[in-house]
């Protein structure tokens, strides 16, 4: 929304009122500035003196000018924001004013007096600096133009949200109090302790945070730092870390005003303590004194609680934004990306970038200050000890930079483990994602063991690395965790051996000191891990970002109607690798007149789909011209579908036409296969289409590209995957009706579809060898011959040549009544429309297939707990590591009390103890300190690994022994989470936390003793504040729990998107679908943002509350001391307290439970996966089968019935019949109608819910499940190759020797093509078999089932992928080595099932029909009859 008058008259009004504001505080300080020179002058000028007149001066110069810039600047001006560097300035001077009177008081307590006008200038500050604070930080108006430039792009975006505008984040209209308090998260909470919290529930981000914001700003500055070329390949590290703070600057800001602040507060109670003893130590103790020290200790934690607290929200933030400006950056890249930067990175590798990189890179936001904060706290330190020590502090200096001299080789050792780390975890996710995509093949060839073990061996690898990096992290922690006790020891000992007096005062001061100097060197070695780990991650996001790009402009657009020129290609070389001499496509040349019908034909792996890729601009140009006018659409080979609903997979963007949508359908086929669906066409389609037939999915394809209107369209073998009718069909109602206007170039097998084309390219070996029209080229030349003369041969088979059926009358058995149906297969069909509706009536919404994921409610269980604890050596390492804590804690007590109690409490008091036995006695503490430290880590390391190792391997033995209904109802992207993101959260993050834990309770009851045991009336605050600490944990720890779930639920559609869309990158861009794409990735982010942002407010509005409340406590801790008669207590015992109590907290614990129990989650939701129903066993010991089983094949099938789901409708129902031993046996069916169901359920995919199945007399549903599926052989419908070698994918158990493999290479035609590659067997197989054409991959699926030889083979759709050449020869040689075996072949190409001796044909999972094909032919009405009649009319016209 752009600014208006009315909208600017609230900013002029706050403008006028800062502007006279201003005016009048410059003239106070002036005034000031006066009466301060005049009461100096005449006397001695003090330097006090000459900086009060400085600081006034300063005032009253800063104040003006900024009176001058706002009258200048907003007087005639619309604009409404101040700029970000003044507000800063106003909140410095608020921050500083503060300091100012806590530095007053302090002095004041100190010197007898202060000039009155500093009172009154501090108490004119810090109200004058409050009012323009809530003024101008947080008044209305709070959106920069960058936002309101991009509003109209929100409105858009926003409209089709579930929560609207009007909940929009309290936060983004929130006043002063609420902020610093964190109030605005109270409704959120509320509602969090009454209900469980949905994503529904959690407010929208302000307009400034959304993700499309975030990323809009982190783009231009990416692009402007590449001198705005766009161009990604010139990113280098540093532009991108560049790029980040530029577009995060303001926070950076705003954090590093907080991290200030909250540094200088920290140090004002060491600074204290010394007067704080002497105060006690006084025999003329002013009570006023006593009082304004513990004011200026409690104002100190109070500015340190709302500046730590405001600090961390901020950085939290922060974090958010970078996630989703680098989320988005990696997608939009992987949308980019060419086929052979594709080869190099992995899908898996991918998926490792967008969730365990861009995770640690945000993770380092939170020590982005300590890079400056170390060394500043270290040097304020020193400077405390310099005052306490005098000479000794420099000897701390020495001991300090010491240690951090030893952390650099561990550094460097860090660095190096985790790259390895890293890429040992890119090999495992790449081996997870392609088995976890290629399950189903795995199980049907019974391999998912092998696959299995490799993970496991993968896993022992980076196991290795991980256990190197813990222990590095593990010493590392050791040096510094021992730090503070190694510092007091060499710099009291240099104090004992030059003789420099120890007073209790000074040495309790330099133990709060330590005690501080504490965080920066515990912080430092955390601080050089995680500036290895995100070098490591930023590094690889540059690597990624850096990859090739598609060659822009590879292909020329025309204007539209400018020519009659649809496609041209002009001298075309090709290769799918530039780098490479060998040319893909060469000298293609060819013209396409709009509206023209071209048809690709030719041998496998001949290049028909590399030339539909050229077109697209997919294939990298070598050389020559591709023009194109007017918009495409593309159906690939392999069908892409995404998860979701069929209608959006149709619609894929569009605006919904009714008429258009209906009469697509109908084209298509798919009015039937909604009607049998419970959902219609809102049925949610699983990963992949997994639910769906490979014809179902190829018709959706082609739906989805007919909706779309293109002007040509290019179809990638369309009817391969679809019956005889299907496909008669979808050529007519498709290809010459609703595309007969448009450009259509198809590739196709089928020579029949062939006849209709105004031009036909036939290729061979990456050459268009020959054009024309069918009749013109047929006599030509010898390689359309060679295609024509196989059909020809094949249908020479057919024998039955009527042609007086009508295609209408095609397939309903329910009016022709079948004689060869039995009575029961005639009653189930006219039963099965009712049966259908029915299930559709009571099915509920919950009756989809995939089902949104799982998630617990209420709190992790305490078994989670257990189980996590006692993983590892039974839980024994557990005690152990608290005992240990234990005992550091009582070594770090003992030596403070011992250096306080041994020394003197005053200058004039004699020690009473020798200087070598004070020493020698800390040394000893020391050491023993030290040894625990060391202990705790390393049990904490081991235990924590161990538990990682036995949770993964537990977790993956139940994934790949779940069923595949498991995998059908479960996207992928929800598998990988856990395994990437989880599994790193167990792996280093929960042992760190539970350490933490521990650390904190022993620290917490350490500090509670030492304070009760000096006054036991601190235990009637400290009962009711930790009383009123555990209800607030209580109130809130119910909706951030649920927060905390929400983002691991928000995280897997994501990398389930992501990974979806890299595979679907093609279709994508064909159909310039980028931008849409890109939106959703965004919405997914803005989704995923939602409840950690709210999340984070949470956590602070808890830990405020803590940090207040133990300051109450602490400061009334401090009274009770004050109070006290002197003489009660010793000085130094108070004092020792006081020292204490400075790091007093629940805050720790309450912190570190919670982190832990949103760690546990990690642990809870690997679990969900580690109890998944199993399939049956492998081996059933008893009921093992011989070794020759089985030795005929005879199949039995009894009353079978099937379904993917309890909840969803059969899919196969009352099958009954015989496949006798060594018969051929052909199973037919439209798309979708049970055939590779049945196929399935002889594997025992899928387990029937009623019905048995007998193979040579064995029930194949009592013995295990490897002995079964080990002895057949299935060529399944979708072919599949693993990355690795050709080797590798057709014997990957290496069973077989290298001349079997190639006389099997040359049988199922490929030896030729192996052979011309120099590295033969081993020939590379990239992530899907991509470097390997379909056809390709299917004759490589033929090449294991004869390899494996088995009595039962079963071929679905064995051949739709290759020309009816290969077919037939492919045909020839299945005949000669299983003539002796049952095969059993699922094919809409009627010629490969003609010559069998029985035909089943099912129809919706009910046998139609079901003997020899020959009598089945005989009878005219038959339904097979029908299919062979309408095969042989096309294929004849």
């Given at each position: 929304?752009m600014?208006?008058?009315e ?43 000459v ?7 300063f ?6 000018v ?20 003044l507000?800063i300035?106003?909140a410095f001077y ?13 002095l ?7 000039s009155?006008?500093?009172?009154v200038?501090d108490a ?28 109209p792009?929100?409105?858009e ?5 579930s ?10 209209n929130?006043?002063?109090l609420s902020i ?11 509602l ?14 302000a307009s400034c ?12 500055e990416?692009?402007?730092n590449?001198n ?5 390949g010139?990113i ?5 870390v560049k ?12 954090t590093?005003l907080f ?11 060491p600074?204290?303590i ?6 006690l ?35 939290r933030?922060?974090?958010?934004r970078?996630?989703?400006?680098l ?6 890249k ?5 086929n ?14 967008i969730?365990v ?16 904060r170390?060394?500043?706290?270290v040097?304020?330190a020193?400077?405390?000890l310099?005052?306490n ?17 030893v ?7 860090q ?5 390895e780390?890293?890429?040992?975890k890119?090999r495992r996710m790449k ?14 060839q019974?391999w998912?063991m092998?696959?299995?073990a490799k ?8 196991v290795?690395w ?23 020891m ?8 030059m003789?420099?007096?120890l ?8 133990l709060?000191t ?30 990624f970002?850096c990859?090739?790009?598609l060659?822009p402009?590879?292909?020329q ?16 070389n ?5 780098y490479?001499?060998n040319?893909t496509?060469?000298?293609i ?6 509206g ?10 001949s290049?028909?789909s ?5 077109i697209l601009g ?9 023009k ?5 659409a ?6 892409w579908?995404q ?11 569009k605006e ?17 296969d909604?009607e049998?669906?419970a959902?219609g ?8 289409g997994?639910?769906l037939?490979?014809?179902?999915k190829q ?9 779309h209107?293109?002007d040509i369209?290019?179809?990638d073998?369309?009817f391969s ?18 595309l ?14 062939l ?13 268009i060898t020959?054009t ?6 047929l ?10 003369g196989?059909?020809?041969?094949a249908l ?21 009544g ?14 099965k429309?009712p049966k ?9 919404s919950?009756?989809q ?34 005992l ?8 770090q007590?003992?030596?403070?009390y ?22 020698f006695?800390y ?5 023993g ?16 690994y161990k ?25 992928s992207?929800?598998i990988?989470?856990?395994a990437?993101?989880d599994?790193s959260?167990v ?5 760190h ?18 304070m009760?045991?000096v ?6 605050v400290f ?5 009123t ?16 779930r ?9 990398i ?5 869309s ?20 965004l919405?997914?982010?803005?989704e ?15 830990c405020?509350r803590?940090?207040?409340?133990a ?6 801790f401090l ?19 006081v020292?204490s ?15 832990l ?19 049956p066993?492998?081996?059933v010991e008893?009921n ?16 079978l ?17 015989t496949f006798p031993?060594?018969?051929?046996i052909?199973i037919?069916?439209?798309t979708?109608?049970g055939?590779?169901?049945l196929a399935?359920?002889?594997f ?7 019905g ?6 064995i ?5 295990g499940l ?8 299935i ?10 070698t ?13 001349e079997?493999?190639w ?16 590295r ?6 990239t992530?899907?078999?991509?470097n390997?054409?379909m056809?390709?991959?299917?004759l ?21 992928s ?6 037939y020869?492919?045909?020839?040689t299945?005949?000669q080595?299983f003539?002796?075996?049952t ?5 809409h190409?009627i ?10 044909l099912?129809?919706?999972?009910l046998?139609?029909?079901y003997?020899?094909p020959?009598?089945l ?5 038959s ?15």
């Amino acid at each position: 929304m752009m600014p208006t008058t009315e909208n600017s008259k609230p900013v002029l009004k706050v403008t006028y009122f800062l502007y006279y504001w201003l005016i009048g505080l410059s003239f106070v300080d002036l005034l000031l500035c006066v009466l301060n020179y005049f009461f100096g002058y005449g006397h001695d000028w003090s330097d006090f003196k000459v900086f009060a007149q400085l600081d006034f001066s300063f005032r009253s110069l800063t104040g003006f000018v900024i009176s001058a810039y706002l009258h200048i600047q907003f007087s005639h001006s619309s604009e409404h924001r101040f700029p970000i560097l003044l507000r800063i300035w106003w909140a410095f001077y608020f921050l500083m004013s503060c300091s100012y009177l806590i530095i007053h008081l302090g002095l004041y307590w100190k010197r007898s007096s202060l000039s009155s006008l500093l009172w009154v200038s501090d108490a004119i500050s810090i109200i004058a600096g409050s009012f323009i604070c809530y003024a101008v930080l947080f008044g209305k108006g709070r959106e920069g133009d960058d936002f309101r430039l991009l509003e109209p792009l929100l409105s858009e975006n926003r409209q089709g949200s579930s929560v609207g505008e009007d909940s929009v984040t309290p936060y983004a209209n929130a006043n002063l109090l609420s902020i610093f308090t964190f109030s605005w998260m109270n409704p959120l909470l509320a509602l969090g302790y009454k209900k469980t919290l949905n994503l529904e529930d959690v407010p929208q981000l302000a307009s400034c945070d959304s993700a499309n914001v975030v990323f809009a700003l982190f783009r231009n500055e990416l692009e402007s730092n590449g001198n705005g070329s766009g161009n990604s390949g010139h990113i280098s590290t540093f532009k991108l870390v560049k790029a980040l703070i530029f577009s995060t600057w303001k926070e950076i800001l705003w954090t590093t005003l907080f991290s200030i602040v909250c540094t200088l507060a920290s140090y004002v109670g060491p600074y204290l303590i010394k007067a704080f003893v002497q105060y006690l130590n006084s025999p003329h103790q002013l009570k006023y004194k006593g009082y304004t020290l513990v004011i200026i200790f409690f104002l100190s934690k109070l500015i340190k609680c709302i500046s730590e607290r405001q600090l961390f929200f901020q950085l939290r933030k922060m974090s958010i934004r970078l996630r989703a400006a680098l989320s988005a950056i990696i997608y939009k890249k992987g949308l980019k990306l060419s086929n052979q930067s594709k080869q190099g990175h992995t899908s898996g590798e991918n998926t490792n970038l967008i969730s365990v990189d861009v995770e640690r890179t945000c993770l380092f936001s939170w020590y982005l200050h300590d890079i400056w904060r170390v060394p500043v706290q270290v040097v304020l330190a020193l400077l405390i000890l310099y005052n306490n020590l005098g000479f000794a502090s420099f000897v701390a200096i020495f001991a300090t930079l010491f240690l951090m001299l030893v952390n650099i080789p561990m550094g460097k050792l860090q660095e190096k483990f985790q790259g390895e780390l890293m890429d040992s975890k890119d090999r495992r996710m790449k081996v997870t994602t392609e088995a976890l995509r290629n399950m189903r093949i795995l199980k049907l060839q019974g391999w998912e063991m092998k696959f299995l073990a490799k993970i496991i061996e993968l896993r022992n690898f980076e196991v290795r690395w991980i256990k190197k990096l813990l222990y590095t992290i593990a010493m590392t922690s050791f040096v510094f965790l021992s730090a503070p006790m190694f510092v007091s020891m060499v710099t009291f000992g240099f104090c004992v051996f030059m003789g420099i007096p120890l007073e209790s005062g000074n040495v309790l001061s330099s133990l709060a000191t330590f005690d501080i100097l504490q965080e920066p060197i515990y912080n430092l070695p955390d601080l050089i891990s995680m500036v290895v780990q995100t070098k490591v991650s930023l590094c690889r996001i540059t690597s990624f970002l850096c990859l090739d790009d598609l060659q822009p402009n590879i292909v020329q657009k025309l204007l539209k109607d400018s020519s009659e020129v649809a496609v041209e290609i002009v001298k075309g070389n090709f290769s799918w690798d530039i780098y490479s001499s060998n040319l893909t496509l060469k000298d293609i040349n060819f013209q396409l007149y709009c509206g023209m019908r071209v048809a690709v034909c030719g041998s496998v792996g001949s290049g028909k789909s590399t030339l539909l890729s050229c077109i697209l601009g997919e294939v990298p140009k070598v050389s020559g011209a591709i023009k194109l006018n007017g918009t495409k659409a593309y159906v690939a080979q392999s069908p892409w579908i995404q998860s979701g609903k069929i209608i959006d997979n149709i619609l894929f963007g569009k605006e919904m036409d009714k008429k258009r949508y209906e009469m697509i359908l109908e084209a298509c086929s798919l009015k039937k296969d909604l009607e049998l669906f419970a959902f219609g066409d809102q049925t949610i389609i699983g990963d992949r289409g997994i639910n769906l037939s490979g014809g179902q999915k190829q018709r959706i394809q082609i739906a989805r590209a007919l909706y779309h209107d293109a002007d040509i369209y290019l179809l990638d073998d369309p009817f391969s995957a679809v019956d005889a009718h299907t496909g008669s069909h979808l050529y007519k109602e498709c290809l010459l009706g609703i595309l007969g206007s448009k450009t259509v170039i198809y590739v196709t097998h089928q020579v029949e579809f062939l006849l209709s084309a105004d031009l036909i390219l036939v290729m061979r070996d990456g050459k268009i060898t020959q054009t024309g029209k069918y009749e013109e080229i047929l006599s030509s030349g010898n390689d359309l011959m060679e295609l024509v003369g196989a059909h020809k041969k094949a249908l020479a088979d057919l024998n039955y040549v009527e042609c007086e059926i009508t295609l209408d009358n095609l397939t309903n058995s329910e009016e022709d009544g079948n004689i060869i149906c039995s009575e029961k297969s005639i009653q189930n069909d006219e039963e099965k429309e009712p049966k259908n509706y029915n299930t559709e009536k009571l099915v509920g919404s919950e009756g989809q297939l995939v089902q949104e994921e799982k998630r617990e409610n209420g709190g992790v269980r305490l078994s989670v707990y257990w189980k996590y604890f006692t993983a590892a050596y039974k839980g024994a390492f557990v005690p152990l590591i608290l005992l240990v804590q234990i005992f550091f804690q009582l070594f770090q007590i003992v030596g403070s009390y011992w250096m306080v109690l041994s020394t003197p409490s005053s200058e004039d008091a004699r020690p009473h103890i020798r200087a070598s036995t004070l020493i020698f006695v800390y040394v000893a503490l020391f050491f023993g300190s030290s040894l625990c430290v060391f202990i705790r880590s390393m049990l904490t390391i081991t235990s924590g690994y161990k538990a990682a190792t036995l949770f993964f391997n537990k977790m993956h033995l139940c994934i790949f022994r779940a069923p595949m209904s498991f995998f059908d109802s479960t996207p992928s992207g929800r598998i990988l989470n856990r395994a990437s993101i989880d599994q790193s959260v167990v792996d280093t993050s929960i042992p760190h936390q539970i350490e933490e834990l521990f650390a904190s309770i022993v620290e917490l009851l350490g500090t509670a003793i030492v304070m009760s045991q000096v006054t036991w009336q601190m235990l009637i605050v400290f009962i009711p504040m930790t009383v009123t600490c555990i209800s607030y944990q209580r109130y809130y720890k119910s909706a951030v729990r649920e927060l905390s779930r929400l983002n691991g639920v928000c995280q897997a559609p994501i990398i389930q998107h992501f990974s979806e869309s890299s595979l679907g990158s093609t279709t994508i861009r064909c159909f310039d679908q980028e931008e849409r794409f890109m939106d959703t990735n965004l919405k997914l982010v803005e989704e995923y943002s939602r409840p950690r942002f709210h999340f984070s407010g949470a956590v602070e509005w808890l830990c405020f509350r803590m940090d207040m409340l133990a300051s109450i406590t602490y400061a009334v801790f401090l009274v009770f001391f004050i109070s006290m008669p002197k003489g009660v207590l010793s000085p130094g015992v108070v004092g020792l307290a006081v020292t204490s109590g400075l790091r007093f907290s629940l805050h720790a614990v309450i912190w570190d439970l919670s982190i832990l129990e949103n760690n546990m989650i990690s642990v809870e939701r690997i679990l969900q996966y580690a109890c998944i129903p199993s399939e049956p066993l492998l081996l059933v010991e008893e009921n093992r089968p011989s070794c020759e089983w089985p030795s005929q094949g005879k199949i039995e099938i009894f009353d079978l019935q099937v379904r993917y789901a309890p909840h969803l409708p059969f899919v196969l129902q009352d099958v009954t019949c015989t496949f006798p031993g060594g018969m051929k046996i052909g199973i037919v069916g439209r798309t979708g109608s049970g055939k590779s169901t049945l196929a399935h359920t002889l594997f025992r995919m899928l387990e029937p819910t009623f019905g048995q199945i007998w193979i040579d007399g064995i029930n194949i549903f009592q013995i295990g499940l490897h002995d079964l599926r080990s002895r057949l052989s299935i060529i399944p419908q979708d072919p599949t190759m693993f990355e690795g070698t050709l080797r590798s994918n057709l014997d990957p158990l290496e069973e077989y020797t290298d001349e079997q493999i190639w006389e099997v290479l040359d049988k199922c035609q490929l030896g030729d093509k192996v052979r011309k590659n120099e590295r033969k067997l081993d020939s590379a197989v990239t992530e899907n078999g991509e470097n390997w054409s379909m056809g390709q991959r299917q004759l490589v699926c033929l090449g294991r089932v004869l390899l494996k030889r088995s009595k039962v083979l079963i071929l679905d759709e064995a051949t739709a992928s290759v020309d009816t050449a290969t077919d037939y020869l492919i045909q020839q040689t299945l005949r000669q080595h299983f003539s002796g075996s049952t095969v059993i072949t699922i094919s809409h190409r009627i010629t490969s099932i003609l010559d069998i001796d029985m035909v089943l044909l099912l129809d919706n999972g009910l046998v139609l029909e079901y003997d020899s094909p020959a009598k089945l032919l005989d009878i005219k009405s038959s339904s097979f009859a029908k299919l062979v009649k309408e095969y042989t009319r096309r294929c004849s016209s």
